[in-house]
């Protein structure tokens, strides 16, 4: 999977299904494809230029090549211009990818997710079930347990409790070692002894790659007293302190939604 599938992989997949559901019969074409990427990442980050969303011919020609050779899709002719569709595999593959949760997907991508999901579940489980002859109750139970909306939300909220309680304790960790170097100033302490109290009792997230201690030494000498207490208080007031209020908001919108 190439750094352009993986990315957009949720939109992609979604956009495939939606090419699979409209085009059944008759097949999807690359244009098709990309018709329906472009429209649901406006739909899903919509306050960006129309340049972000766009998707160049030789991104999604990789992308459907992907899916024919691991046979998720496949020609309806043997024509290299013929259409495309997918198997009942890749309906699963593709079902299996917009759900797929990862760190460093946007809010926007995740909500839109959920939307489909939700939105269309009876749907796509009828479009599983439509592409082959038997449809197994181990199958049915599957595809019901992947669509599960309710369990994709509350796993979304667990993840962002966890991004939570992370920025609260950089926030506190950066006031609270702010404070110390300052106490520690006044007691005429050497930096080296401040220093090595600060990597005690607060060790940033990167110690054990190279000690605070040592992240120190390479400073400049002028720069090394601020870092610890104005630098600090600079990094929890502009990166963290805002970056919790974005998720909080966030997680009180999908806890509004769970409750519903």
């Known amino acids: ?150 369990s994709f939300l509350k796993e979304k909220i667990a993840s962002k409790k966890r991004i939570l309680k992370k920025l609260r304790q950089g926030v506190d960790d950066a006031q609270a070692t702010s404070a110390l170097t300052k106490k520690l100033l006044k007691q005429r302490l050497l930096l080296p002894e401040i220093i090595s109290e600060v990597e005690k009792l607060y060790p940033y997230e990167f110690n054990s790659l190279k000690p605070l201690s040592e992240l120190m030494e390479e400073l400049p000498i002028d720069s090394r007293t601020w870092e610890l207490e104005f630098g600090n208080i600079f990094r929890a007031q502009m990166l963290w302190e805002p970056a919790y209020r974005v998720e909080k908001t966030f997680l009180e919108q999908l806890e509004r939604m769970a409750s519903e």
């Open 1 to 150: 999977m190439d750094s352009f599938v993986y990315r957009q992989q949720a939109l992609l997949a979604s956009a495939s299904v939606a090419c699979h559901a409209t085009f059944r019969e008759k097949g999807f074409r690359q244009r098709d494809l990309k018709f329906f990427f472009e429209l649901f990442s406006h739909w899903s980050v919509w306050e960006r230029e129309d340049s972000s969303t766009k998707v160049q011919v030789t991104q999604l020609t990789r992308y459907l090549e992907g899916l024919t050779k691991e046979g998720f899709a496949l020609r309806m002719k043997r024509s290299l211009r013929s259409p495309y569709r997918l198997t009942r595999l890749g309906l699963i593959e593709m079902l299996s990818r917009v759900v797929a949760q990862r760190p460093e997907d946007a809010n926007e991508t995740f909500l839109f997710a959920l939307y489909f999901v939700r939105a269309y579940r009876d749907r796509l489980i009828d479009l599983v079930k439509a592409e082959g002859r038997q449809f197994p109750t181990a199958l049915r139970i599957e595809l019901e347990a992947l669509l599960d909306w309710q």
